[in-house]
Protein backbone atom coordinates (compact mmCIF):
# COMPACT_ATOMS: atom_id res chain seq x y z
CA UNK A 1 0.00 0.00 0.00
CA UNK A 2 2.64 2.29 1.52
CA UNK A 3 3.41 4.62 -1.90
CA UNK A 4 0.89 3.08 -4.08
CA UNK A 5 -0.28 4.90 -6.51
CA UNK A 6 -4.29 4.99 -6.04
CA UNK A 7 -6.51 4.48 -9.23
CA UNK A 8 -9.14 7.30 -9.52
CA UNK A 9 -11.86 5.27 -8.92
CA UNK A 10 -14.62 5.58 -5.81
CA UNK A 11 -16.00 3.31 -3.61
CA UNK A 12 -19.03 3.90 -1.65
CA UNK A 13 -20.13 1.13 0.99
CA UNK A 14 -23.52 1.34 1.67
CA UNK A 15 -24.50 0.00 5.01
CA UNK A 16 -27.53 2.25 5.25
CA UNK A 17 -31.19 1.66 3.84
CA UNK A 18 -32.51 5.07 5.00
CA UNK A 19 -33.91 6.93 1.28
CA UNK A 20 -32.00 10.03 2.35
CA UNK A 21 -28.78 8.55 2.71
CA UNK A 22 -29.54 6.28 -0.77
CA UNK A 23 -30.08 9.59 -2.80
CA UNK A 24 -27.00 10.97 -1.49
CA UNK A 25 -24.97 7.74 -2.23
CA UNK A 26 -26.41 7.85 -5.59
CA UNK A 27 -26.16 11.73 -6.10
CA UNK A 28 -22.41 10.92 -5.32
CA UNK A 29 -21.94 8.05 -7.47
CA UNK A 30 -23.67 9.61 -10.75
CA UNK A 31 -21.40 12.85 -10.17
CA UNK A 32 -18.39 10.71 -10.12
CA UNK A 33 -19.04 8.81 -12.86
CA UNK A 34 -20.01 11.64 -15.17
CA UNK A 35 -16.34 12.55 -14.17
CA UNK A 36 -14.80 10.17 -15.62
CA UNK A 37 -13.91 7.85 -12.56
CA UNK A 38 -14.77 4.14 -12.27
CA UNK A 39 -17.20 3.86 -9.11
CA UNK A 40 -18.07 0.50 -7.15
CA UNK A 41 -21.11 0.52 -4.87
CA UNK A 42 -21.58 -1.99 -2.34
CA UNK A 43 -24.35 -2.48 -0.45
CA UNK A 44 -24.53 -4.78 2.86
CA UNK A 45 -26.49 -4.56 6.33
CA UNK A 46 -29.50 -2.41 5.96
CA UNK A 47 -28.39 -1.46 2.06
CA UNK A 48 -29.31 -4.88 0.65
CA UNK A 49 -33.00 -3.56 1.16
CA UNK A 50 -32.02 -0.43 -1.47
CA UNK A 51 -31.10 -3.19 -4.06
CA UNK A 52 -33.65 -6.03 -3.01
CA UNK A 53 -36.32 -6.94 -5.22
CA UNK A 54 -40.04 -5.37 -3.90
CA UNK A 55 -41.55 -9.13 -3.94
CA UNK A 56 -38.16 -10.83 -2.50
CA UNK A 57 -39.11 -13.76 -0.63
CA UNK A 58 -36.43 -14.36 1.71
CA UNK A 59 -35.94 -18.15 3.11
CA UNK A 60 -36.28 -19.42 6.40
CA UNK A 61 -38.82 -20.11 9.15
CA UNK A 62 -40.11 -18.62 11.83
CA UNK A 63 -38.30 -15.53 13.71
CA UNK A 64 -36.06 -14.81 10.55
CA UNK A 65 -39.43 -14.64 8.21
CA UNK A 66 -40.72 -12.01 11.02
CA UNK A 67 -37.75 -9.60 10.44
CA UNK A 68 -37.72 -10.60 6.19
CA UNK A 69 -41.49 -9.13 6.76
CA UNK A 70 -40.65 -6.39 9.44
CA UNK A 71 -37.80 -5.46 6.62
CA UNK A 72 -39.51 -5.35 3.60
CA UNK A 73 -37.18 -3.90 0.70
CA UNK A 74 -37.32 -2.36 -2.89
CA UNK A 75 -36.19 1.02 -3.42
CA UNK A 76 -39.07 2.06 -3.29
CA UNK A 77 -39.99 1.14 -0.05
CA UNK A 78 -37.41 3.53 1.79
CA UNK A 79 -38.08 5.77 3.93
CA UNK A 80 -36.45 9.35 5.27
CA UNK A 81 -34.25 9.04 8.42
CA UNK A 82 -35.36 12.17 10.03
CA UNK A 83 -39.14 13.66 9.82
CA UNK A 84 -40.29 10.11 8.52
CA UNK A 85 -43.86 11.45 10.33
CA UNK A 86 -44.98 7.69 9.47
CA UNK A 87 -44.63 7.68 6.04
CA UNK A 88 -45.82 11.37 5.40
CA UNK A 89 -42.37 13.12 5.13
CA UNK A 90 -40.80 10.09 2.79
CA UNK A 91 -44.37 10.73 0.41
CA UNK A 92 -43.84 14.57 0.56
CA UNK A 93 -39.76 14.24 0.06
CA UNK A 94 -40.65 12.14 -3.13
CA UNK A 95 -43.25 14.53 -4.64
CA UNK A 96 -40.90 17.61 -4.42
CA UNK A 97 -38.54 15.37 -5.90
CA UNK A 98 -41.02 14.67 -8.57
CA UNK A 99 -41.99 17.85 -9.46
CA UNK A 100 -38.25 19.31 -9.52
CA UNK A 101 -37.89 16.63 -11.44
CA UNK A 102 -35.24 14.93 -9.76
CA UNK A 103 -34.85 10.90 -10.13
CA UNK A 104 -35.98 8.31 -7.35
CA UNK A 105 -33.40 5.60 -6.37
CA UNK A 106 -35.51 3.27 -8.54
CA UNK A 107 -34.85 5.61 -11.52
CA UNK A 108 -30.99 6.39 -10.51
CA UNK A 109 -30.32 1.98 -9.96
CA UNK A 110 -30.82 1.39 -14.05
CA UNK A 111 -29.50 5.02 -14.82
CA UNK A 112 -26.24 4.40 -12.81
CA UNK A 113 -26.11 1.52 -14.16
CA UNK A 114 -25.86 1.86 -17.82
CA UNK A 115 -23.11 4.43 -17.65
CA UNK A 116 -21.08 1.57 -15.99
CA UNK A 117 -21.73 1.76 -12.01
CA UNK A 118 -20.69 -1.67 -10.45
CA UNK A 119 -22.90 -2.87 -7.90
CA UNK A 120 -21.66 -5.74 -5.49
CA UNK A 121 -23.96 -7.10 -2.53
CA UNK A 122 -22.27 -8.61 0.68
CA UNK A 123 -23.18 -11.77 1.20
CA UNK A 124 -22.39 -12.17 5.27
CA UNK A 125 -25.54 -10.14 5.94
CA UNK A 126 -27.57 -12.00 3.22
CA UNK A 127 -26.97 -14.97 4.94
CA UNK A 128 -28.41 -13.58 8.23
CA UNK A 129 -31.59 -12.07 6.12
CA UNK A 130 -32.14 -15.47 4.31
CA UNK A 131 -31.43 -13.47 1.52
CA UNK A 132 -29.89 -15.67 -2.12
CA UNK A 133 -29.08 -13.88 -5.57
CA UNK A 134 -32.15 -14.57 -6.47
CA UNK A 135 -33.95 -11.54 -4.20
CA UNK A 136 -31.85 -8.89 -5.87
CA UNK A 137 -33.14 -6.47 -8.91
CA UNK A 138 -31.11 -7.94 -12.41
CA UNK A 139 -28.06 -5.13 -11.83
CA UNK A 140 -26.70 -6.46 -9.02
CA UNK A 141 -23.80 -8.90 -10.68
CA UNK A 142 -21.34 -9.55 -8.06
CA UNK A 143 -21.83 -11.70 -4.69
CA UNK A 144 -18.64 -11.43 -2.33
CA UNK A 145 -17.74 -10.66 0.99
CA UNK A 146 -15.94 -7.69 2.72
CA UNK A 147 -11.94 -9.75 1.92
CA UNK A 148 -12.82 -9.27 -1.60
CA UNK A 149 -14.33 -6.28 -1.91
CA UNK A 150 -11.82 -5.04 0.67
CA UNK A 151 -9.17 -5.48 -2.04
CA UNK A 152 -10.85 -3.38 -4.50
CA UNK A 153 -11.41 -0.59 -1.86
CA UNK A 154 -7.94 -0.18 -1.13
CA UNK A 155 -6.94 0.43 -4.67
CA UNK A 156 -9.56 3.15 -4.75
CA UNK A 157 -8.49 7.09 -4.55
CA UNK A 158 -12.07 8.00 -2.67
CA UNK A 159 -14.08 5.55 -0.49
CA UNK A 160 -16.88 6.24 1.61
CA UNK A 161 -18.79 4.50 4.12
CA UNK A 162 -22.59 5.37 3.91
CA UNK B 1 -5.76 12.30 -9.86
CA UNK B 2 -3.02 13.78 -8.30
CA UNK B 3 -3.46 12.95 -4.33
CA UNK B 4 -2.76 15.64 -2.02
CA UNK B 5 -2.04 15.32 1.11
CA UNK B 6 -2.09 18.63 2.47
CA UNK B 7 -6.01 18.44 1.49
CA UNK B 8 -9.32 16.70 3.58
CA UNK B 9 -12.89 16.95 2.56
CA UNK B 10 -15.61 16.31 4.51
CA UNK B 11 -19.34 15.62 3.03
CA UNK B 12 -22.25 16.92 6.47
CA UNK B 13 -25.04 14.44 5.93
CA UNK B 14 -25.94 14.28 9.27
CA UNK B 15 -27.69 17.31 10.98
CA UNK B 16 -27.28 16.12 14.41
CA UNK B 17 -25.02 18.02 17.19
CA UNK B 18 -22.58 15.54 18.02
CA UNK B 19 -22.19 14.59 14.26
CA UNK B 20 -21.38 18.01 13.57
CA UNK B 21 -19.13 18.46 16.37
CA UNK B 22 -16.68 15.78 15.64
CA UNK B 23 -16.76 16.67 11.90
CA UNK B 24 -15.84 20.32 13.09
CA UNK B 25 -13.66 19.19 15.54
CA UNK B 26 -11.41 17.39 12.58
CA UNK B 27 -11.95 19.98 10.14
CA UNK B 28 -10.75 22.79 12.25
CA UNK B 29 -7.77 20.78 13.78
CA UNK B 30 -6.55 20.06 9.94
CA UNK B 31 -6.98 23.57 8.95
CA UNK B 32 -4.98 24.51 12.59
CA UNK B 33 -2.33 22.16 11.06
CA UNK B 34 -2.12 23.91 7.66
CA UNK B 35 -4.40 21.69 5.65
CA UNK B 36 -6.66 22.63 3.09
CA UNK B 37 -10.03 21.88 4.51
CA UNK B 38 -13.58 21.69 2.08
CA UNK B 39 -17.05 20.88 3.63
CA UNK B 40 -19.87 20.07 1.47
CA UNK B 41 -23.05 20.22 3.49
CA UNK B 42 -25.89 18.21 2.35
CA UNK B 43 -29.38 17.35 3.61
CA UNK B 44 -29.93 16.98 7.01
CA UNK B 45 -26.55 18.75 7.54
CA UNK B 46 -27.38 21.99 5.81
CA UNK B 47 -29.15 22.47 9.01
CA UNK B 48 -25.77 23.45 10.19
CA UNK B 49 -25.41 26.59 8.35
CA UNK B 50 -29.01 27.47 7.94
CA UNK B 51 -29.82 31.12 9.39
CA UNK B 52 -30.63 30.44 13.06
CA UNK B 53 -33.97 33.38 12.93
CA UNK B 54 -34.27 32.31 8.88
CA UNK B 55 -37.53 32.60 7.18
CA UNK B 56 -39.42 29.18 6.88
CA UNK B 57 -39.55 28.68 2.98
CA UNK B 58 -42.16 26.79 1.22
CA UNK B 59 -46.15 26.75 1.04
CA UNK B 60 -48.21 24.16 2.68
CA UNK B 61 -46.96 20.46 3.29
CA UNK B 62 -43.12 22.36 2.51
CA UNK B 63 -43.52 24.96 4.89
CA UNK B 64 -44.70 22.36 7.72
CA UNK B 65 -42.21 20.40 6.82
CA UNK B 66 -39.14 23.11 7.41
CA UNK B 67 -41.09 24.39 10.32
CA UNK B 68 -40.46 20.70 11.91
CA UNK B 69 -36.98 21.23 10.44
CA UNK B 70 -35.72 24.62 11.79
CA UNK B 71 -32.37 24.73 11.25
CA UNK B 72 -29.35 27.04 12.76
CA UNK B 73 -26.09 25.85 14.45
CA UNK B 74 -27.64 26.28 17.78
CA UNK B 75 -30.55 24.92 17.40
CA UNK B 76 -29.39 21.55 16.68
CA UNK B 77 -30.19 18.10 18.92
CA UNK B 78 -28.03 15.10 19.92
CA UNK B 79 -28.09 11.90 17.90
CA UNK B 80 -28.74 10.16 21.88
CA UNK B 81 -29.89 10.76 24.64
CA UNK B 82 -31.40 13.97 23.56
CA UNK B 83 -34.59 13.13 26.10
CA UNK B 84 -36.27 16.43 24.60
CA UNK B 85 -33.46 18.40 24.98
CA UNK B 86 -31.77 17.94 28.07
CA UNK B 87 -29.24 15.99 27.26
CA UNK B 88 -28.50 18.85 24.57
CA UNK B 89 -28.65 21.39 26.92
CA UNK B 90 -26.49 19.03 29.29
CA UNK B 91 -24.36 18.68 27.15
CA UNK B 92 -23.86 22.54 25.57
CA UNK B 93 -23.38 22.86 29.90
CA UNK B 94 -20.78 20.55 30.47
CA UNK B 95 -19.02 21.68 27.01
CA UNK B 96 -19.22 25.27 28.18
CA UNK B 97 -17.49 23.94 31.21
CA UNK B 98 -14.73 22.79 29.27
CA UNK B 99 -13.85 25.41 27.68
CA UNK B 100 -14.93 24.05 24.34
CA UNK B 101 -16.19 25.89 21.72
CA UNK B 102 -19.50 25.77 20.98
CA UNK B 103 -20.98 24.69 16.96
CA UNK B 104 -21.37 28.07 16.36
CA UNK B 105 -18.09 29.26 17.62
CA UNK B 106 -16.35 26.65 15.42
CA UNK B 107 -18.22 27.79 12.45
CA UNK B 108 -16.33 30.93 12.49
CA UNK B 109 -13.40 29.29 13.25
CA UNK B 110 -13.09 27.16 10.53
CA UNK B 111 -13.80 30.32 8.51
CA UNK B 112 -11.19 32.05 9.46
CA UNK B 113 -8.88 29.37 9.30
CA UNK B 114 -9.71 29.46 6.11
CA UNK B 115 -12.19 25.87 5.58
CA UNK B 116 -14.40 26.08 2.42
CA UNK B 117 -18.00 25.72 2.82
CA UNK B 118 -19.88 24.67 0.11
CA UNK B 119 -23.92 23.83 0.32
CA UNK B 120 -25.05 21.29 -1.96
CA UNK B 121 -27.82 23.31 -4.42
CA UNK B 122 -29.77 19.70 -5.17
CA UNK B 123 -31.30 19.09 -1.38
CA UNK B 124 -31.38 23.29 -1.24
CA UNK B 125 -33.97 22.81 -4.06
CA UNK B 126 -35.75 19.79 -2.66
CA UNK B 127 -36.42 21.82 0.45
CA UNK B 128 -36.89 24.77 -0.95
CA UNK B 129 -34.16 26.74 0.60
CA UNK B 130 -32.35 29.46 -1.34
CA UNK B 131 -29.03 30.91 -0.65
CA UNK B 132 -30.55 33.88 1.64
CA UNK B 133 -31.39 30.87 4.23
CA UNK B 134 -28.12 30.49 5.20
CA UNK B 135 -25.24 32.03 6.97
CA UNK B 136 -22.47 34.43 5.55
CA UNK B 137 -19.71 31.94 5.71
CA UNK B 138 -20.91 29.68 3.28
CA UNK B 139 -18.31 30.10 0.64
CA UNK B 140 -20.50 28.28 -2.36
CA UNK B 141 -23.11 26.83 -3.38
CA UNK B 142 -23.28 23.90 -5.78
CA UNK B 143 -23.59 19.93 -6.52
CA UNK B 144 -22.01 17.00 -6.11
CA UNK B 145 -19.63 17.18 -8.89
CA UNK B 146 -17.90 20.52 -7.76
CA UNK B 147 -17.84 18.71 -4.25
CA UNK B 148 -15.60 15.64 -6.32
CA UNK B 149 -13.35 18.06 -7.87
CA UNK B 150 -11.95 18.81 -4.57
CA UNK B 151 -12.57 15.17 -3.40
CA UNK B 152 -10.62 13.79 -5.98
CA UNK B 153 -7.17 15.86 -4.91
CA UNK B 154 -7.35 15.06 -1.12
CA UNK B 155 -5.61 12.47 0.80
CA UNK B 156 -8.41 12.24 3.29
CA UNK B 157 -12.48 11.90 2.46
CA UNK B 158 -14.86 11.54 4.57
CA UNK B 159 -18.50 11.03 5.01
CA UNK B 160 -20.44 11.99 7.81
CA UNK B 161 -23.69 9.97 7.99
Known sequence: MEGAQKQDKMFLIIYSGDLDRALSAFSLALAAISLGMAVTMVFTMWGLNIVRRPDAKPEGSGLRKLIARLNRGGARRLQLSRLNMMGLGTALMNR?????????????????KQMGVKYIACTTPMGL?????????????????????????????????? | MTEDKKKLTLVLFSGELDKALAAFNIATTAAAMDKDVTIFFTFWGLNVIKKPGGRV???????????MNRGGANRLKLSKFNMLGAGTGLMQHFMGRAGLPSLEQMLAMGKQLGVHYIACTTTMGVMGLTEQDFVPEVESFAGAATYLAAADEAGVNLFIS
Open chain 1, 96 to 112: TMRRSGLPTVADMIPLA
Open chain 1, 129 to 162: MGLTEKDFVPEVDTFVGAATYLLEAKEAALTYFI
Open chain 2, 57 to 67: PGTGMLALMNR
